[in-house]
Structure formats: C-alpha cells, structure tokens
C-alpha cells in the first residue's frame, strides 16, 4: 500500500526563506508542493522520505526567488489491485460504504462487493435512526456500522484530474476526488474485524 517514489523537480525557493539553512528552504517548498497531493497513476504523496540529489542554484531574470533541480524520495500511498487494508466505515447509503484510513477518504465498497446476502436498512429504529448495511450470515445478521474497522480488498484504483496546482487542484477537488478506491468486503476474512475475531 505504500512505495517510495523518485520524483525529479525543479524547485523555487522564494525570497521570504533566503533567511533559513538551504535544506530546511528546500524541504519545506518540497513538502508545499508535494505533500498530500495525488500524483496521476501513482498515488497520494504522504511525506518526504529523504533527497538523493541537489543541483546547482539559478537565478532567473525577473524572478527574485532561486530554482534548484533536485531529485527526492516520497513515501506514497499507493495501493494495488488485490492488496488487503483495514480502514473505518466512515459513511453509508443505499449504494454502499465509504471506508477512510483516517488520511485518505475515498475508498468506495458498492452494494455489488459487499458480502452475499447484505441488505440495506433505512434509518428505523433497527440502526438508531442510521441507515446502515447488514449481512445476514447463519441466521444472524451482522451490523457494517459507521466507526466499525474492516478489513477490505482492493479492486480499482482511479485517478481523475489530478494537478499539482493547488489552486486548479482545490477547484477539482469540489467536483470530484483525484484519487478514488473501489474495495471489497466480499470474501472470507474481510469485512468487520470482529466478525472474524472468536
């Protein structure tokens, strides 16, 4: 689920951080540019592992801030088809799940990979007034609340518009996420932990 990716950038470091030690300039822009931001087909970029490379300092006419070629390492998230995770049910309707792992929100389990048979329950007084899921398995059926930890199967990643202009990236980002998960909680050993549990 997470990889270290090479990224080779060109960075500007702006005038206002002339004042602080190179690197420290260097890895703040870095961590402005890059952090928490999805890279087409690789992945949500979470932190700064280290910097393998730094070239010399230019000075562009009309810019007053620097620009150094450098080359990093980035801890990504960026799951597989088949991987297994575990993450919190954070919502749910009609159509499904939403999952998060508390850094990342858009994990989507439809109906159609939930586990056989499952039915969805309106708000009526079964749920407490939520709607949730229920799995009816041997006789019992089995709650998919919200907070609950599942554990879930990874089955399409995709990726959508996706900028590393903050600006363009924030205006996608209010029609549709950059990064969605399509899991399953359909086969054994997936699902709420505790069914798995005794």
Known sequence: ???LVSIQDTIRIPPTRFGDPPRTALVTEILTRYGNRVLPEVGLVLTLFDITSVGEE???????GSHTAVTFRAVVYAPTLGEVGAARVAGCDAKGLRLSTGFFEDIYV???YL???SRYV???EETGG???WV???DGNDLYMDVGDVVNYRVVGVSFVGVHLDPASAERARVQ???MTITASLGTPGLGVTSWWAS
């Open 1 to 3: 689920m997470f990889k």
């Open 58 to 64: 230019r000075l562009i006419p009309g810019d007053g």
């Open 110 to 112: 439809t109906a159609a």
């Open 115 to 117: 586990p056989v048979p």
């Open 122 to 124: 309106a708000g009526e």
């Open 130 to 132: 939520v709607g949730g």
């Open 135 to 137: 799995w009816a398995y």
């Open 176 to 178: 549709w996420p950059a």
